[in-house]
């Protein structure tokens, strides 16, 4: 008789410990997804900003100078020309910014050029800038799954500084 108690005790504990330990694995591998798809956008604004910043006359005013297009293709294709599949599902030339900046000895901050002779426009000599920032301003939503249940997207916004190398 007392066997009989504890296969029944051991069965409600099953019962109540199982949905727990399996809601503790999806979230994992859902946080591991999260985590997954933001290292690759990452690594995609690296590249981009690495391709843009190596380039030689760069109008960095002008988002459809050839140098920008194709830095974004890389970014979202992983080819300057754009004729692979989207590295991430959902990613977009559009929702990809490239802006210069410059640092300022006088009052030692970092901010954006400025699209004048004086700033970044190099079709007006403007100076090379020091910076290229690469980054998803609106963010990448991406939605966990968890058991069917909605849940609101979690805007990813990675973002990338590199020194400017080209001319």
Request: aromatic share 8%; glycine share 8%.
């Amino acid at each position: 008789m007392r066997r009989r108690r504890q296969n029944g005790a051991v069965m409600l504990e099953t019962v109540i410990f199982v949905p727990v330990l399996l809601s503790l694995l999806i979230g994992m591998i859902e946080l591991a997804r999260v985590v997954y798809t933001y290292v690759a956008l990452e690594k995609a604004m690296y590249a981009m900003a690495r391709y843009a910043g190596t380039q030689q006359g760069v109008n960095f005013c002008d988002d459809s100078d050839p140098s920008i297009v194709a830095a974004k293709n890389l970014a979202v294709t992983g080819t300057l020309d754009a004729t692979a599949d989207p590295v991430v599902a959902g990613l977009s030339a559009d929702m990809i910014q490239v802006r210069a900046e410059r640092y300022d000895p006088s009052n030692q901050t970092l901010g954006a050029c400025d699209c004048s002779a004086n700033g970044c426009d190099a079709s007006q000599g403007g100076l090379s800038p020091d910076f290229i920032v690469a980054d998803l301003p609106n963010g990448y939503p991406i939605r966990p799954l968890f058991f069917g249940l909605t849940v609101d997207p979690i805007l990813l916004r990675p973002h990338v500084r590199l020194p400017y190398g080209g001319t």
